[in-house]
């Protein structure tokens, strides 16, 4: 009887450890985005005029986040000047630096044009330097950057690369 009274305290204690050490584990740095998934309207940006697009964030660790995205647009509505109606297609990944709601972003991506104009260029190439308002729990998502892009194409108008600095704002839901 002697014998398992003085394994039982052991035995307690180091179960409490264990216990202990996986709820520490289990807790989230105050960071932690649980909204993960986000739909926005892009006006400029890496699209021609505007886009709607998806993105979903796939890593986070402390203040660092990474996501991925993808959109369609079109130029439909802003046609003065343009030869004509077609679909635009945005896909990115971004890099987000922050401890809260604020972040510091950045992103490379590539915009296709499915357009057989001459004169328009039809395979974009994006960088993305700016600013992301997105709540950990899910909410209103605002994004303001700088996002040039360069092109390898030569049309007529744009002869050799084409380098063209652009402006984009979105405004969206987190969820």
Do not use: C, W
Request: aromatic share 14%.
């Amino acid at each position: 009887m002697r014998l398992k009274h003085k394994l039982f305290l052991p035995y307690t204690l180091l179960f409490s450890l264990l216990f202990m050490a996986l709820q520490v584990q289990a807790q989230r740095y105050s960071g932690t985005f649980t909204a993960l998934h986000a739909y926005y309207l892009e006006i400029g940006g890496n699209s021609d005029t505007y886009s709607i697009n998806y993105d979903r964030i796939v890593y986070q660790r402390y203040i660092f986040k990474a996501a991925v995205r993808a959109g369609i647009g079109t130029n439909l509505f802003f046609q003065e000047g343009e030869p004509g109606v077609y679909p635009i297609v945005p896909v990115e990944a971004v890099g987000m630096v922050g401890a809260t709601e604020n972040h510091v972003e950045f992103g490379l991506g590539y915009t296709r044009r499915f357009t057989d104009h001459p004169d328009l260029l039809q395979n974009m190439y994006f960088t993305r330097v700016g600013f992301r308002y997105q709540a950990p729990r899910g909410g209103l998502l605002v994004r303001l950057a700088v996002t040039p892009f360069i092109s390898p194409e030569s049309k007529s108008k744009t002869p050799g690369h084409a380098v063209v600095p652009r402006f984009g704002l979105s405004v969206g839901r987190s969820f």
